[in-house]
């Protein structure tokens, strides 16, 4: 079973378009995060949500926006696509509870957005 | 300075070596650390955590920890072919509250036969 998945893995667009991607995870995780990683592979946080309340706001376009339904899903939605949009979009979770061991970062497997 | 900051690589062992990661963060009051490894085209996956001063050893992995000198690292005993990756690490900040991990750069590593 996937513990985190995205959807989809692949997007292809041309710039000025509007998308989304999916992410659900089902390990009963209550924080989820949106991960950018450039071509040069810098990994940046850009939001997370704790039980469905939003907790994490970098210093992003506000052509993006989350949400989140439920603790155990997180979307983001990106208006108005350009060209430094196009980059790899990890979800990833994790439980703020319980002892420090479990309360690491599981990552899903991605979804590369290029726009054209 | 960089938040997180690590050599970018790429560093290059030869099998059964002993490969050195080093990882430095500006916050002192930052509480964890993390080290993850990518490989190409996937997602980052946990190798270690560690929160306390000194060493934790994990099979062939072992982290270091010196809290005074704002310095993590990763070392790989052994290396094999498949541990060439990029390595990530990856820091609580100052302790941020919700689990807020800043990343480093990676360091590509490549294990050579």
């Known amino acids: 079973d996937t513990a985190v998945s995205q959807t989809p893995k692949y997007l292809v667009t041309q710039m000025g378009n509007d998308k989304s991607i999916k992410c659900e995870q089902n390990?009963?995780?209550?924080?989820m995060y949106w991960y950018k990683q450039d071509s040069k592979k810098f990994l940046k946080i850009m939001f997370s949500?704790?039980?469905?309340?939003?907790?994490i706001n970098e210093t992003v376009p506000n052509r993006f926006s989350p949400k989140s339904p439920d603790k155990a899903h997180l979307n983001l939605h990106i208006n108005s696509l350009e060209l430094g949009d196009s980059a790899v979009y990890f979800c990833?979770?994790?439980?703020?509870?319980?002892?420090?061991?479990?309360?690491?970062?599981?990552f899903g497997a991605g979804s590369r957005l290029t726009v054209l | 300075q960089k938040e997180v900051e690590q050599n970018s690589g790429p560093l290059s062992v030869p099998e059964g070596a002993i490969a050195s990661l080093n990882c430095t963060y500006s916050?002192?009051?930052?509480?964890?650390f993390f080290w993850y490894r990518q490989y190409s085209g996937k997602s980052p996956e946990l190798i270690m955590f560690?929160?306390?001063?000194g060493d934790k050893e994990d099979g062939r992995f072992t982290a270091q920890l010196n809290k005074a000198s704002q310095y993590v690292s990763l070392l790989i005993r052994d290396s094999q072919p498949s541990d060439s990756a990029t390595y990530l690490c990856?820091?609580?900040?100052?302790?941020?509250?919700?689990?807020?991990?800043?990343f480093g750069q990676g360091t590509i590593l490549t294990v050579h036969p």
């Open positions: 560690i929160y306390s001063n």
């Open positions: 949500y704790n039980n469905k309340e939003l907790i």
């Open positions: 916050d002192r009051g930052s509480q964890s």
């Open positions: 390990l009963g995780h209550d924080t």
């Open positions: 990856a820091v609580n900040l100052g302790g941020t509250s919700y689990g807020k991990l800043t």
């Open positions: 990833a979770s994790r439980f703020t509870g319980g002892s420090s061991g479990a309360n690491v970062l599981t």
